[in-house]
DNA sequence: GCTTAAATTGCAATCGATTACAACCTAATT
DNA sequence: AATTAGGTTGTAATCGATTGCAATTTAAGC
């Protein structure tokens, strides 16, 4: 059984043509009841299985969609995809992935590599906010015919949706849970800003800071990447300051933890001396063997799921008159050990 | 720009043959140097790019492999496909993602849809062990085009490539070192001993016990799945014993630190009076704030690549003569500080 | 200047499926 | 009995690229 069976193989076993046996197994057009029965016995006694390639390239739909991120071994990547796999898989698409390692070379690359193999869409999250309008995404949006949906960290680009998550509102939350919690001096470890999600949470730190009539403190705001070892470092700083903070609301939860692992072995208490609360609520964050983290949940796998849907009301939509939309979902505050300070809350 | 640019638009622009541009494009004919530039220059005027599904059709290859795996947002898994994406994309295939969620009927299923797709070969990592041979896998073994490769839960199928991690050898280190460090009395928290993995690390638990004049105690031995919840379970039940055991080896990160918290709740001290090591090197086992915990790390990433290396291979492998191949790979022992007793270790 | 070989390019089939259109046969209508 | 409608099936083009073979042009050899 080397070569697969085609309807050709199905139509000179029957002496009938592959038009008919086509038609047969579509069950669409009209044919003798008896053909048809005779096509679908003699195709399923000799195996026969649709070639989706062939029926890829006439129809000029192939089925299947691109997905583009950093890197899939992040939690929060891999759950976004395990939404939009969910999600599509039933309506008849198969996902293919892409990794980027934050290169941009790379993410124009696999744009182009992924529209070469007729994907009939890409869904994406952009690894650098800092790309300029090029080749790869302007070839995407003039060919309107493949949609792109961006998810978490878009770029503005009119034509093309996105589903994102409301950053400020988390940040907003995540610090008003904090002065609730009596927190005056609430420091904020932030990361790059040029990124529009956490210039977002930064913003909102301000903002929740404002209308409780705190004046943000400048010393209390550190940029701090998305690892445990800074912030463990920029906990050093806040902690060697002369009036140190009594909270900390970092953008990642990686640094959270650092902070987490600085202040106790300096001897103090979360959340008695210092609460903190982390971003992203990864999955180490409720892990813990007694502080556990409290963090903004982004559900990524409904991200995923919604931004699939997105995709599927383009590729849906057979009018020119693309509407584009730009979905923004709620975070929400989970609130656990580290920053419970009043059992009522 | 609607429609995308073929080799005829460029060929009717040249007053051409698809033939000829096809060949000039290659370089591969003997096409006279102007032409091959004529055509070339008029390619990239026109944005011409290759519709690799009418490529795939022709050739027979569509240079996309499969990967199904129970789930994608576990730290294990998303990490071998990533070992697989950054492998196989440099060789210019692209990943199709599938997931099973563990049910037996949507393995059949997606495996049917990839070879319906034509992909090129399939890796995967079976979800249920008691899997008889049926339809799906016989199908793919009989039709030998596409290559399977399993990797860390493999059926044993002849003719059927695998690459897994020595789970005996897992087993053995971390109970070995367990008694290194002193402790006699090891309990061990296994999983489904259906399944090959989790019984291999059982049976590593065992040898290792009896290689140092340790008998094992079946008392010692609690069937536990791989949930916080009950590695919290596992443990009161050995806490609660007449004389508790002094270790646990645990075949699983999750269990491993719901033992750990019961413990710390309980007012004993890690590793003090208890060492644990766990089971996958989770992210969350180094992540802890004060006790990180010893596990033993499998190298997924690694994996990944290794089962890509052993597909191309056998794509390659024009022959009838394929050879199986079934790689095991090491896995290594971390040590934290839930195990590490005398600091000279 | 003519034959022949070499260099180019075109023709047409192929991969596997779909589908508009044509052709055929059968049975019903007048 | 002839016309017609309806039901079935075949013919051939199409999707976009590749490739063996044929055809043509060009250049070389004598």
Redesign the pocket.
């Known amino acids: 059984m080397k070569?697969?069976?085609?309807?050709?193989?199905?139509?000179a076993k029957?002496?009938?043509?592959?038009?008919?046996?086509?038609?047969?197994?579509?069950n669409?057009?009209?044919?003798?009841?008896?053909?048809?029965k005779l096509v679908l016995e003699t195709a399923l006694e000799m195996n026969?299985?649709?070639?989706?390639?062939?029926?890829?390239?006439?129809?000029?739909k192939s089925y299947n969609v691109g997905v583009i991120v950093p890197r899939i071994d992040s939690n929060f990547f891999s759950s976004v995809i395990r939404g939009i796999e969910e999600e599509l898989y039933p309506k008849g698409y198969h996902v293919i992935i892409c990794q980027t390692n934050n290169q941009e070379n790379l993410e124009i690359e696999k744009i182009n590599s992924l529209l070469n193999v007729q994907v009939d869409g890409i869904l994406m999250s952009i690894s650098n906010a800092n790309l300029e309008e090029d080749k790869g995404f302007n070839k995407l949006i003039r060919n309107k015919n493949t949609p792109l949906v961006f998810f978490d960290r878009k770029k503005d680009i009119k034509g093309v949706s996105s589903v994102t998550v409301d950053d400020f509102k988390g940040g907003y939350d995540a610090t008003k849970h904090l002065i609730d919690q009596g927190c005056r001096r609430i420091a904020h470890l932030f990361n790059d800003r040029k990124f529009e999600i956490f210039n977002n949470r930064f913003l909102g730190y301000r903002q929740a800071l404002l209308d409780n009539g705190i004046e943000f403190d400048e010393s209390l705001e550190i940029e701090t990447m998305s690892n445990v070892a800074e912030g463990r470092k920029s906990a050093k700083v806040l902690l060697d300051m002369d009036s140190p903070p009594d909270a900390i609301f970092s953008s990642s939860d990686f640094a959270a933890l650092g902070a987490l692992q600085e202040i106790k072995e300096c001897g103090l208490r979360i959340p008695e001396d210092i609460c903190i609360v982390g971003f992203s609520n990864e999955p180490f964050t409720k892990f813990m063997e007694l502080t556990t983290i409290s963090s903004v949940d982004q559900f990524p796998m409904e991200m995923g799921k919604v931004a699939a849907q997105v995709f599927l009301e383009e590729v849906g939509n057979t009018q020119d008159s693309k509407i584009t939309k730009n979905i923004v979902l709620t975070p929400e505050l989970i609130v656990r050990k580290s920053s419970l300070k009043c059992k009522e809350g």
């Open positions: 070569k697969k069976t085609t309807i050709y193989d199905i139509a029957l002496g009938l043509t592959a038009a008919t046996v086509s038609r047969a197994l579509n669409n057009a009209k044919i003798s009841l008896n053909t048809r026969y299985e649709q070639n989706k390639l062939a029926l890829a390239l006439k129809s000029g």
